[in-house]
């Protein structure tokens, strides 16, 4: 089946230093992939996507590349501020499907102190 | 523009009590609509999935059920809540016939089942 394995939380960082969150995925065919994101009190909100292999999803300074060959999707920053402290979630869209039912993973909370 | 309206953001009801959560779209039309719920320590579940007024699909076998009244209106309902229906539990939309189209997430409702 489809499914998503993040790596667990929290992630703690100072500012400015480098932010990586691992995700992986299990699925057939050729999955769409994302980031969303949840900021304190907030809904989760739409971050970046990659919709087919060596994509690149790009947004306020965060990216990620979709590795078919190691089914990851790996979100990155090189420097981070303490306004992204929130909770990420990896997200990937089954192949073919009609309806936009997206798959999550667990969510990683990442907080970044001054 | 359009958003979606999801309440009430907090809720403690007793085991055994009815539940009924209610979400609405504006500005849009013939959206799909989704519940997702969020355990602790688990990602975000879909729970339920609708395409149209009066079409509920569910995903997981559970204590809960969703109706669909109206294009806009979605609403969670459960006769008797149990303890592990306690969750965070968010709505979202996305305009239909658009592949890869991002949802947009309601702000949650947290319940605690008591």
């Known amino acids: 089946g489809n499914s998503v394995t993040q790596m667990e939380g929290p992630v703690t960082l100072s500012e400015e230093a480098f932010l990586t969150i691992n995700c992986t995925y299990t699925?057939?065919?050729?999955?769409?992939l994302f980031w969303y994101v949840q900021y304190p009190g907030e809904g989760l909100q739409l971050l970046l996507k990659?919709?087919?292999?060596?994509d690149k999803g790009s947004n306020k300074g965060f990216e990620a590349t979709y590795r078919k060959e190691t089914t990851s999707f790996h979100l990155e920053k090189g420097s981070v501020q303490v306004s992204d402290s929130a909770v990420y979630f990896c997200?990937?869209?089954?192949?073919?499907?009609?309806?936009?039912?997206?798959?999550f993973g667990t969510g990683t909370l990442l907080a970044v102190q001054p | 523009s359009q958003t979606i309206h999801q309440w009430p953001a907090t809720l403690v009801q007793p085991v055994g009590s009815p539940l009924s959560l209610e979400c609405t779209v504006e500005?849009?039309?013939?959206?799909?609509l989704y519940w997702y719920r969020q355990a602790a320590g688990r990602g975000l579940q879909l729970l339920f999935y609708?395409?149209?007024?009066?079409?509920i699909s569910s995903e997981v076998p559970q204590n809960l059920s969703a109706s669909r009244p109206q294009d806009r209106q979605f609403i969670l309902s459960s006769k008797k809540l149990l303890l592990s229906d306690s969750g965070f539990y968010l709505c979202?939309?996305?305009?239909?016939?658009?592949?890869?189209?991002?949802?947009?997430f309601g702000s949650g409702t947290q319940l605690s089942v008591l």
């Open positions: 500005g849009t039309s013939n959206p799909n």
């Open positions: 609708s395409v149209g007024i009066g079409q």
């Open positions: 990659a919709t087919k292999a060596d």
């Open positions: 997200a990937l869209r089954p192949y073919g499907g009609a309806t936009n039912k997206l798959i």
């Open positions: 979202a939309w996305a305009q239909k016939g658009k592949t890869n189209e991002k949802l947009f």
């Open positions: 699925a057939t065919g050729y999955p769409s």
